[in-house]
T-cell receptor, first 111, second 116 residues
Framework: KQEVTQIPAALSVPEGENLVLNCSFTDSAIYNLQWFRQDPGKGLTSLLLIQSSQREQTSGRLNASLDKSSGRSTLYIAASQPGDSATYLCAVSRGNNDMRFGAGTRLTVKP | DTAVSQTPKYLVTQMGNDKSIKCEQNLGHDTMYWYKQDSKKFLKIMFSYNNKELIINETVPNRFSPKSPDKAHLNLHINSLELGDSAVYFC???????????????FGPGTRLLVL
């Protein structure tokens, strides 16, 4: 059974800092991994999708890496801004209509 | 001009009642989804429709019944509500169906359901 864990559950950093969010999964037989952002009272926004054959994806200040063999992914946020404050969720897909989410990391970037 | 909208945003009701949550997308997408986010913040997929056809039907009590009158709408009807149904329900859509969830999904703002 696939389990997805995100550590830490909450993170608070001063503005301008670079930070890393972690996601681990127990079953390495995945097809892709996605990172989402969830703002309070709003739905999720897809940030990055990494196929199982890829090692990383970049979008602006965001860089996501994937190490399938060790069951880990990281989301790197450069030069954090208060607007980055949100909950970040990772989700893995194993195909067969199976997609599992982590519980998220709640990020607060202080001005 | 909201892309994916849900109504109502909040729903408070008594155990045993029947309620519906509506979802509409104006993106012209073929695929729509319902997710449940529990108190521990885990999101789980419940249903998916592609071109009005049921694609995913996870292990969900049959008190939950999705209905898709057309490609732009996917409503969720819940019978005989129970305390454990309290959660946030998210609707989402994607341009096409991808069995590996590789299509970008656009989420609605969620419906917060509280069963008393």
């Amino acid at each position: 059974k696939q389990e997805v864990t995100q550590i830490p559950a909450a993170l608070s950093v001063p503005e301008g800092e670079n930070l890393v969010l972690n996601c681990s999964f127990t079953d390495s037989a995945i097809y892709n991994l996605q990172w989402f952002r969830q703002d309070p009272g709003k739905g999720l926004t897809s940030l990055l999708l990494i196929q199982s054959s890829q090692r990383e994806q970049t979008s602006g200040r965001l860089n996501a890496s994937l190490d399938k063999s060790s069951g880990r992914s990281t989301l790197y946020i450069a030069a954090s801004q208060p607007g980055d404050s949100a909950t970040y969720l990772c989700a893995v897909s194993r195909g067969n209509n199976d997609m599992r989410f982590g519980a998220g990391t709640r990020l607060t970037v202080k001005p | 001009d909201t892309a994916v909208s849900q109504t109502p945003k909040y729903l408070v009701t008594q155990m045993g009642n029947d309620k519906s949550i509506k979802c509409e997308q104006n993106l012209g997408h073929d695929t729509m989804y319902w997710y449940k986010q529990d108190s521990k913040k885990f999101l789980k997929i419940m249903f998916s429709y592609n071109n009005k056809e049921l694609i995913i039907n996870e292990t969900v009590p049959n008190r939950f019944s999705p209905k898709s009158p057309d490609k732009a709408h996917l409503n969720l009807h819940i019978n005989s509500l129970e305390l454990g149904d309290s959660a946030v329900y998210f609707c989402a859509s994607s341009r096409n169906w991808g069995r590996f969830f590789q299509e970008t999904q656009y989420f609605g703002p969620g419906t917060r359901l509280l069963v008393l």
